[in-house]
Antibody, heavy 118, light 108 residues
C-alpha cells in the first residue's frame, strides 16, 4: 500500500534552516509529483510547492521562493523540503503529499512538527 | 484568482443533511477536492474529480460543482463526521495549488 513516512519533529532557533524528509513506498516514486503543505497551530492548510521526482523540476509558492528548496533522492525514494531563515511564523506541521492523475493530494505523510523558538 | 473561500464554521443536527461550500474563480476551470481532518491527524482525501470517493469513504459524502462554487454534501450526518473540511484545486494558471481556509463542522 502507498505510504509516505516523514522524519521526526524538529526544534530550531530563529535564523536556522530545517530539512524534512518524506520516504515513499508502495508505488514507483518517480511517477508522481510530491507536494509540501504546512499547517500552523490552529490554522488552515498552506501549499508550499511541488517537486517532480523524475526530473527534479520544482515549482514553489511565491511566498516561499528564495527560502525553500525541494529535492529528492530517487535511489531511496525520498523527497526533501528545506526551509531557511526560520522565524517563529514557520512553526507548523509540515506534510508531504502525493499527486496522482486523479488528485493533487491523494496520500499524505503523517506530518512533521517544526518548532522555531529561541 | 488566488483564493478559495469557505465558511469558517457550519453545524448540522445528527442525521440531517449539510452542505459545505468552496468558492473561487479557479473552480470554473478545475474540480475541487475535499479533505477531512480530525484533531491531531493528517488530512484524508474524501472527494475528488467530478464526484468520486476513494475506497473506504462512506457514500453519504458527495461532491458537486456549479460555476465558481464547489460543494461537499453529507446526507445523514453522523457524529464521527465532526471535523475540519478543506477544499483545494489548482489555481487559474494550473501550475500552483490553492487551499480553502477550512470549515469546522459541528454535529449537534
Amino acid at each position: 500500500q502507498v505510504q509516505l513516512v516523514q522524519s521526526g519533529a524538529e526544534v530550531k532557533k530563529p535564523g536556522a534552516s530545517v530539512k524534512v524528509s518524506c520516504k515513499a513506498s508502495g508505488y514507483t516514486f518517480t511517477d508522481y509529483y510530491i507536494h509540501w503543505v504546512r499547517q500552523a497551530p490552529g490554522q488552515g492548510l498552506e501549499w508550499m510547492g511541488w517537486i517532480n521526482p523524475n526530473r527534479g523540476g520544482t515549482n514553489y509558492a511565491q511566498k516561499f521562493q528564495g527560502r525553500v528548496t525541494m529535492t529528492r533522492d530517487t535511489s531511496i525514494s525520498t523527497g526533501y523540503m528545506e526551509l531557511s531563515r526560520l522565524t517563529s511564523d514557520d512553526t507548523a506541521v509540515y506534510y508531504c503529499t502525493r499527486e496522482s492523475p486523479d488528485d493533487l493530494a491523494d496520500y499524505w505523510g503523517q506530518g512533521t512538527l517544526v518548532t522555531v523558538s529561541s | 484568482s488566488s483564493e478559495l473561500t469557505q465558511d469558517p464554521a457550519v453545524s448540522v443536527a445528527l442525521g440531517q443533511t449539510v452542505r459545505i461550500t468552496c468558492q473561487g474563480d479557479s473552480l470554473r476551470s478545475y474540480y475541487a477536492s475535499w479533505y477531512q481532518q480530525k484533531p491531531g491527524q493528517a488530512p484524508v482525501l474524501f472527494i475528488y474529480g467530478k464526484n468520486n470517493r476513494p475506497s473506504g469513504i462512506p457514500d453519504r459524502f458527495s461532491g458537486s460543482s456549479s460555476g465558481n462554487t464547489a460543494s461537499l454534501t453529507i446526507t445523514g450526518a453522523q457524529a464521527e463526521d465532526e471535523a475540519d473540511y478543506y477544499c483545494n484545486s489548482r489555481d487559474s494558471s494550473g501550475n500552483s495549488v490553492l487551499f480553502g481556509g477550512g470549515t469546522k463542522l459541528t454535529v449537534l
